[in-house]
């Protein structure tokens, strides 16, 4: 993809590049779009020709359509992407691809379960501590969170049940950037602590399950 009027490549290093690519290939003329394709028009029309284009030769499992009945505000409905592990995750607004690694049978289409429960306590923690930074007027440039999942024996953790051998940990590492103080650093952590999904995941937990009629 080129446009003409491109002066940071020229029209004549695209048609080389284009020439010394392998079959299957194809030439699409971007018109008046920049190099960087900064005009948004432009780059959402690029990329629905490069999603069209290779559509073909992407052996994709076709996946289901949105549902039809009406999804509330706090509901997630989950639906079969094939027979083995791949899942349509279903909101009232979006819609995203749950799956398991190739090693275990997947076909590592998206993020797998325990991922998106990392994802999901790792996002609250970062934008509880932006708001928060925000209403202080705090110093805050940057929040980056890493979260790992993984499941400790009881022999190394005072905190577990008897009648519990392994507890599921996670490690939560936040990295604040910014000319902050320890004292403003140290309350930002303890901000973490209370962000919802936190609250959630550590408060006592109810799971109710029922079959559909």
């Known amino acids: 993809m080129h446009s003409p009027l491109d002066t940071t490549v020229s029209i004549q290093q695209a048609e080389h590049i284009y020439r010394r690519a392998k079959h299957p ?10 190099h960087l394709l900064t005009d948004k028009a ?8 490069i999603s069209s284009w290779s559509e073909k ?7 289901p359509d949105a549902p039809a009945e009406q999804i509330e ?10 027979k083995q592990f791949l899942r349509v995750v ?56 890493s979260l790992k999942h993984y499941r400790q024996h009881c022999s190394d953790c005072q905190a577990a049940e008897e009648n519990n051998p392994r507890i599921d940990v996670i490690e939560r590492m936040i990295d604040l950037k910014g000319d902050l ?17 936190h609250r959630t995941l550590e408060g006592p937990i109810r799971i109710t399950s029922a079959l559909v009629e």
């Open 57 to 63: 030769y992407l052996d994709s499992t076709p996946l």
């Open 73 to 82: 505000k706090g509901e997630v409905l989950i639906r079969e992407g094939n």
């Open 181 to 197: 103080t320890p004292e403003q650093r140290q309350r930002l952590l303890e901000i973490a602590d209370k962000c919802p999904v």
């Open 90 to 145: 279903h909101t009232d607004h979006h819609q995203w691809l749950s799956d398991e690694p190739v090693n275990v049978g997947g076909g590592n289409a998206g993020p797998d379960p325990y991922e998106q429960l990392l994802s999901a306590l790792g996002s609250c923690t970062s934008m509880t501590i932006r708001m928060y930074a925000n209403h202080k007027n705090l110093p805050l440039d940057a929040v980056n969170v």
């Open 42 to 49: 432009d780059a959402a029309y690029a990329a629905s020709i």
């Open 25 to 34: 290939k194809s030439f699409i003329t971007l018109d008046t779009a920049d």
